[in-house]
């Protein structure tokens, strides 16, 4: 019950964090990107500091609030996110468990973006 509500105040302080389960163990942090293979992310736990981990949040936060959530954090903060590549881990989709958080995908955006319009021509006659 203890942890529910830990998970419950985490996703509102820092909504753009994603907690998933992946061969038996948990992970925290941020979604890069997914889609039908794998999954990208920025693993929290692998951060060495409190000042990495600090710092990394303020950026979660800056894009969560800042962007339209549908670019991958990498893309909208390219220079900032630079110092954080070696977090990144990548995990095989169809064995993860997504245990609450945002996903961000470029498929969802590509997808989006194509609209089919039809036009239909109508001759006017007096």
């Known amino acids: 019950m203890e942890k529910d509500k830990l998970i419950e105040q985490a996703e509102e302080r820092y909504?753009?964090?994603?907690?998933v389960t992946y061969?038996?163990?948990e992970y925290v942090g941020?979604?890069?990107?997914?889609?039908?293979?794998i999954l990208t992310f920025y693993d929290l736990n692998k951060m060495p500091t409190m000042e990495i981990k600090k710092a990394f949040l303020?950026?979660?936060?800056?894009?969560?609030?800042?962007?339209?959530?549908q670019l991958p954090i990498d893309?909208?903060?390219?220079?900032?996110?630079k110092?954080?590549?070696?977090?990144?881990?990548?995990f095989v989709m169809k064995d993860i468990e997504v245990l609450f958080g945002p996903m961000?995908?470029?498929?969802?955006?590509?997808r989006k973006?194509?609209?089919?319009?039809?036009?239909?021509?109508?001759?006017?006659t007096d």
């Open 15 to 19: 909504p753009f964090i994603t907690g």
């Open 23 to 25: 061969g038996g163990n």
């Open 30 to 37: 941020i979604v890069v990107n997914h889609d039908n293979t």
């Open 58 to 69: 303020e950026l979660g936060e800056l894009w969560w609030w800042e962007s339209n959530r």
């Open 75 to 81: 893309i909208f903060l390219n220079h900032e996110m």
């Open 83 to 90: 110092i954080f590549l070696p977090y990144l881990s990548t």
């Open 104 to 110: 961000t995908s470029l498929q969802n955006l590509i």
């Open 113 to 124: 973006r194509i609209k089919r319009r039809g036009v239909q021509l109508v001759r006017k």
